[in-house]
């Protein structure tokens, strides 16, 4: 049980830290959205049903573990498409690249998001397979890269943010004598055209990170979420 657990978190771009406490590296395989209602719920049912009906529990058992396998093996292949997929439109593009990967989107194991770091941002894609929909058009996230930015990435605040974001995005907006830094992290990223069919309409990115600074420099204000976090310099 303990060790499919720590299958299940290395499959989901969230990861897990298998090494810990050698390493807090995060490894994971991005085959499985975090929460994926599918998989959860028919093995669910399944491992239900072997408690209602305790002659087939045998059966019903093998039944769940060969769902199991076939669901994550699918997984599997899919994310290798929509990766190869997405590798192939970054060619196209010319884009030069630090790191690649393609995530999966919630409810649906043939919506993918492509994201790809660079030395100036991140590109992002959303990929459909087998459907109508395919590929979107490509966006970019440009790094802010003024005085503002930088003293914000050195503060305590974004270095543990930056150390959990997978595809962090930092920008820059000035009111006033106030300059704002907010760092977001694209993996959070979710196809409008599935908030759309779930009825949720347009979606932001969640888990934002907002430093705000005065005009001599100073750091004033920190917020998570839109909720305040005690300042730490």
Do not use: C
């Not at 503060?155 to 830094?181: I, K, N, W």
């Amino acid at each position: 049980g303990i060790l499919f657990h720590i299958f299940i978190d290395f499959i989901t771009p969230y990861g897990t830290q298998i090494l810990y406490p050698f390493s807090e590296t995060r490894f994971s395989l991005d085959w499985m959205f975090i929460i994926d209602p599918w998989f959860t719920g028919i093995l669910s049912l399944l491992l239900a049903a072997g408690k209602i009906f305790p002659r087939g529990r045998a059966v019903l058992g093998y039944v769940s573990l060969a769902f199991a396998v076939l669901y994550i093996g699918a997984e599997s292949r899919l994310h290798s498409v929509a990766l190869g997929i997405f590798r192939d439109e970054l060619l196209k593009s010319g884009t030069e690249t630090l790191s690649v990967s393609v995530l999966p989107q919630p409810l649906s194991i043939l919506k993918w998001v492509g994201l790809a770091s660079t030395d100036s941002g991140v590109v992002r894609q959303y990929i459909g397979l087998f459907s109508d929909s395919g590929v979107t058009a490509p966006e970019f996230f440009p790094h802010a890269s003024d005085r503002f930015a930088s003293k914000a990435s050195r503060t305590e605040h974004a270095g543990e943010y930056l150390r959990f974001a997978r595809f962090p995005t930092v920008t820059t907006q000035t009111t006033g004598d106030f300059h704002t830094v907010e760092f977001r992290d694209l993996q959070f990223s979710v196809d409008p055209r599935i908030a759309k069919a779930v009825g949720l309409g347009e979606r932001d990115i969640p888990f934002v990170l907002r430093l705000e600074f005065d005009k001599s420099e100073m750091l004033t204000g920190v917020t998570f979420n839109d909720r305040p976090v005690p300042l730490r310099r």
